[in-house]
């Protein structure tokens, strides 16, 4: 059985899809973007934008009653790897040690005109 869970504390969706979906122990986070939680971009800059991507992540994972330290799987999402560093660092303000397992990805475009999208796999307990 699985559960979606939603928040107006993060963009809302704009497809067929979940912010989230809980399944048993899992929640699954759908990629979330730089944009507020009104649904505008934050920045043009890709740190500003990260930094509220994972502002959104965050919000979604306090409404199914869990936090950073849950989630064991991060994809990252870049339109230009150069900015790697960028993210990384913004990353690590979020994530402490033992950090999520991880990979990053350079993809030719996002939505909205996003710069960073990254998705989640989070575990409660």
Do not use: H
Request: charged letters at 20%; a negative charge; aromatic letters at 8%.
């Amino acid at each position: 059985m699985k559960e979606a869970i939603a928040t107006s504390k993060a963009p809302q969706a704009v497809g067929p899809y979940s912010q989230a979906v809980r399944a048993g122990e899992w929640v699954f986070v759908s990629g979330q973007l730089g944009l507020s939680p009104q649904g505008e971009m934050v920045s043009d800059k890709t740190s500003e934008q990260a930094r509220q991507v994972l502002e959104n992540l965050r919000a979604i994972l306090r409404e199914a009653g869990l936090d950073m330290e849950n989630v064991v799987q991060v994809t990252v999402f870049l339109t230009d790897i150069q900015e790697f560093q960028a993210v990384n660092d913004v990353y690590a303000q979020y994530f402490k040690p033992p950090y999520p397992a991880r990979c990053c990805v350079e993809v030719s475009n996002l939505p909205r005109g996003g710069k960073v999208e990254i998705a989640a796999i989070a575990k409660s307990g």
